[in-house]
C-alpha cells in the first residue's frame, strides 16, 4: 500500500470511521486478489507455453507430447495455490480437451470426410485412426497422471484428483464415439467396394456375379446418398448426421443379408476344401463382418469337417500304398521314391492344413481347432517314422550292397570266354542310388556306402571305361573266323595275360583307374588292329570277285590302298 493510502487509513481508523470496515475488506480483497493473480502467472505460464508450442507443431505429432502437456497440468495441481482445487482444474482439463477437439476438427475437415467416403476412403480412414490415437493418447496421458497423483503425497497429505473422470472427459468421449463411427462406415467403404472386381466361377457362377454385382450397385447408392447429406461429421453435437449414419447402418445390414446368401450357395457347391478355401481368401475382405460371419457359420463348421475329412483320407492313402513298391515309382529306387512318395502326402496334407488356415481366425471354436491342429500332427508324426525307418533301411542295404560290390574282381570270364564287368547290374543299381542319397540329405551313409559315395565320380567314370573296353573285347572273339583264329592267337593270350591282373584286382583297390586305363588302351588297339586286318581282307576279296566277272581284258584300273598290316 502507498503511503498516501496508509495515511488515508490511519486517518479513517483513527476517527472511527463508518467506512473503515468496508475500507479494511477491500483491502484485503485487493491483497488476496494480487496474491492469486501472482500465483496464476507464474504457475499458468509454464503450461501455457506448452499448449503454444504444441499448437505450432504439425498433427503427426501432437499424440507424442499429450504427456508433456499433463505433466505440465500436474505440476500446477501441486505448485500453485489457487489452482488446486478441482472445480478450477476441471475446468482447465476441459479446455485442454476442447482445445485439441478443435485441433482434430480443423485437421479432418468435415466436408473432405464426406468426400473421401466416394471418391478415396483409404486417405481420410488414415487421418481418422491418427486422430483417434491422438485423442486416445491425450486419455491415457490424463490417466496416467490421476494415477500419479494418488500415489504422491505432499507433507503428509494426499494430491489425487478426487472428482469424477467423466466430468473431464465427457466432451471428449463424445468425439471418440463419433469417430468411431466414421471409421466404421470408412472400413465397410473399402470392404464393400472390393465387391467391384469379384467374380465367382461353376455353374451358377454367371447368375450369382450378377447378384453381388447388384449388391455393389446399391452400396454405391447409399455412400453416395451419405456423403450427400448436408452436416457436419466431426460435430459430435450435430445429431442429424447420427440419424443418417443410423439409416446407413440398416441399408448396410440389408446388403450384408444379400451376400450371405450368395456365399451360403457358394460354399453348397464346394466339393473339396480347396475350393471352399479359395472362395474364402476371395470374400475375407467381408467373412469378419458379425453377421455376416454369424450366418456362415455352419458353412464354416462344414469346411472344418472337409478338412478332417482330407487328413483322413491322406492317412488311408498312407497305409494302403505304404507296402507296395510299385507305388512310388519304376525309374527310382525303391527307398528314394518312398521317400518322395511321403514328402508328396506331407505336402498335401500342409495344403489341407493352409485350407483350414484360411477360415481359422473366423471360426473360434478352440476344440476343433485343436483336433485339426492334432490330426495334423498324428500324420506328421506317422509320416516322419516311416522315413525314418526307410533310412534305416536304405543305408543298412545300401552299405551291404556297396561292401560286397568293393570285394569283387573288376572283370571275369564266363562260360563261353566272354568278358563281363562283375555284377554290373548291381554296380549300376548301388550308383544310381548313390545318385539319389546325394539329393537326401537326411540319410546317413554307412562306412563301405560312405566310401563308395566320395568316389563315385571315378567308379563310374572307371565303369564306363571297363564296359567299353570289355565290349571291344568281346567283339572281336565274337566275330573271329576259325581261319582267322591262329593268326591272332599269340596276341589273344598275352592280352589275356595282362588282363589277368584286372580279374585279380577289386573295386577297393589303390590305382584301379589308371590299371584300367591302360589295358584299355591294349584291348583298343587289338581291336583296331583286328578290324584294320579284316578289312582289307574285305577290300582284297572285292577285287578278286569284280576281276573274277570281268575277265582277263576288262580288269578296271583302279588303285587299292591296302594296309600293310593286312
Same mark, same amino acid.
Given at each position: ?7 488515508? %487509513?490511519?486517518?479513517?481508523? &483513527? %476517527? ?26 507464474? /504457475? ?23 504427456? %508433456? ?29 476442447? #482445445? ?17 467416403? +466416394? ?12 486422430? !483417434? ?10 490417466? @496416467? ?5 494418488? /500415489? ?43 465387391? *467391384? ?19 455393389? @450397385? ?11 447429406? /448436408? ?14 449414419? *443410423?439409416?446407413?447402418? +440398416? ?6 443379408? &444379400? ?28 467373412? $469378419? ?10 458353412? #464354416? ?33 525303391? %527307398? ?122 571315378? !567308379? ?31 596276341? #589273344?593270350? $598275352? ?6 591282373? #584286372? ?39 572285292? !577285287? ?17 590302298? !591296302?594296309?600293310?598290316?593286312?
Amino acid at each position: 500500500m502507498s503511503s498516501r493510502a496508509q495515511q488515508v %487509513a490511519s486517518v479513517v481508523e &483513527r %476517527a472511527e470511521s463508518v467506512y473503515w470496515s468496508t475500507l479494511r475488506d477491500i483491502y484485503r480483497d485487493v491483497q488476496e486478489g494480487l496474491k492469486e493473480a501472482e500465483d496464476v502467472t507464474l /504457475n499458468l505460464t509454464p503450461l501455457q507455453e506448452k499448449l503454444e508450442e504444441v499448437e505450432q507443431m504439425e498433427y503427426q505429432q501432437l499424440g507424442d507430447n499429450m504427456a %508433456a502437456v499433463m505433466e505440465e497440468v500436474r505440476r500446477l495441481w501441486i505448485r500453485s495455490e489457487f489452482y488446486c482445487k478441482p472445480c478450477r482444474i476441471v475446468v482447465l482439463l476441459q479446455e485442454v480437451c476442447n #482445445l485439441f477437439i478443435q485441433t482434430s476438427r480443423k485437421f479432418l475437415r468435415g466436408e473432405e470426410v464426406m468426400r473421401g467416403l +466416394v471418391s478415396d476412403p483409404d486417405p481420410v480412414l488414415d487421418d481418422v485412426r491418427l486422430v !483417434i490415437w491422438t485423442l486416445q493418447a491425450l486419455k491415457e496421458a490424463y490417466s @496416467q497422471c490421476r494415477t500419479q497423483l494418488e /500415489n504422491q503425497q505432499q507433507d503428509g497429505v494426499a494430491q489425487s484428483w478426487d472428482f469424477p473422470s467423466h466430468l473431464v472427459v465427457f466432451h471428449l468421449d463424445a468425439f471418440l464415439k463419433r469417430l468411431q463411427n466414421i471409421q466404421e462406415v470408412l472400413c465397410v467403404s473399402l470392404q464393400l467396394d472390393q465387391l *467391384d472386381q469379384t467374380v465367382l466361377t461353376g455353374v451358377s457362377g454367371r447368375m450369382w456375379t450378377d447378384v453381388v454385382q447388384g449388391v455393389y @450397385q446399391d452400396f454405391v447408392c447409399h455412400v453416395t446418398a451419405l456423403s450427400d447429406c /448436408n452436416c457436419d461429421p466431426v460435430d459430435p453435437d450435430d445429431q442429424s448426421f447420427e440419424l443418417h449414419l *443410423d439409416q446407413f447402418h +440398416v441399408q448396410i445390414a440389408d446388403l450384408e443379408r &444379400r451376400l450371405v446368401s450368395v456365399l451360403s450357395r457358394a460354399f453348397e457347391d464346394c466339393s473339396s476344401p480347396s475350393s471352399a478355401a479359395k472362395l474364402v481368401e476371395m470374400f475375407g475382405f467381408v467373412l $469378419d463382418r458379425p453377421l455376416i460371419q454369424d450366418q456362415l457359420r455352419p458353412h #464354416l463348421i462344414r469346411l472344418v469337417e472337409m478338412v478332417l475329412v482330407e487328413l483322413d483320407q491322406t492317412e488311408l492313402l498312407f497305409y494302403s500304398q505304404r507296402e507296395k513298391s510299385a507305388t512310388f515309382s519304376k525309374f527310382s529306387p525303391t %527307398a528314394a521314391a518312398g521317400l518322395c512318395w511321403t514328402q508328396q502326402l506331407r505336402l498335401r496334407a500342409e495344403d489341407t492344413l493352409s485350407h483350414y488356415r484360411t477360415v481359422e481366425s473366423l471360426y473360434l471354436d478352440s476344440g476343433e481347432s485343436q483336433l485339426v491342429l492334432q490330426r495334423f500332427q498324428q500324420i506328421v508324426d506317422l509320416l516322419q517314422d516311416f522315413r525314418e525307418r526307410v533310412r534305416s533301411d536304405w543305408s543298412r542295404q545300401l552299405d551291404s550292397d556297396c561292401a560286397f560290390i568293393l570285394e569283387q574282381p573288376l572283370i571275369q570270364h564266363d562260360q563261353q570266354g566272354m568278358l563281363g564287368v562283375t555284377f554290373s547290374h548291381k554296380l549300376e543299381a548301388a550308383l544310381r542310388e548313390l545318385r539319389c542319397v546325394s539329393r537326401e540329405t537326411d540319410v546317413k551313409l554307412r562306412p563301405f556306402a560312405a566310401g563308395l559315395f566320395t568316389c563315385r565320380d571315378d !567308379i563310374t567314370q572307371t565303369y564306363l571305361s571297363l564296359s567299353h573296353m570289355v565290349s571291344c573285347y568281346n567283339q572281336v572273339l565274337r566275330d573271329v573266323l576259325q581261319v582267322e583264329l591262329p593268326l591272332i592267337q599269340d596276341q #589273344l593270350q $598275352d592280352l589275356n595275360r595282362t588282363l589277368s591282373e #584286372l580279374q585279380r584286382n577289386t573295386w577297393s583297390c589303390e590305382g584301379v583307374q589308371h590299371l584300367v586305363d591302360q589295358q584299355r588302351q591294349r584291348v583298343l588297339l587289338f581291336h583296331c588292329t583286328v578290324s584294320e586286318a579284316r578289312a582289307n581282307m574285305d577290300a582284297m576279296t572285292h !577285287i578278286v570277285q569284280v576281276s573274277q566277272s570281268l575277265g582277263p581284258l576288262q580288269l578296271p584300273q583302279e588303285t587299292h590302298l !591296302i594296309s600293310k598290316e593286312g
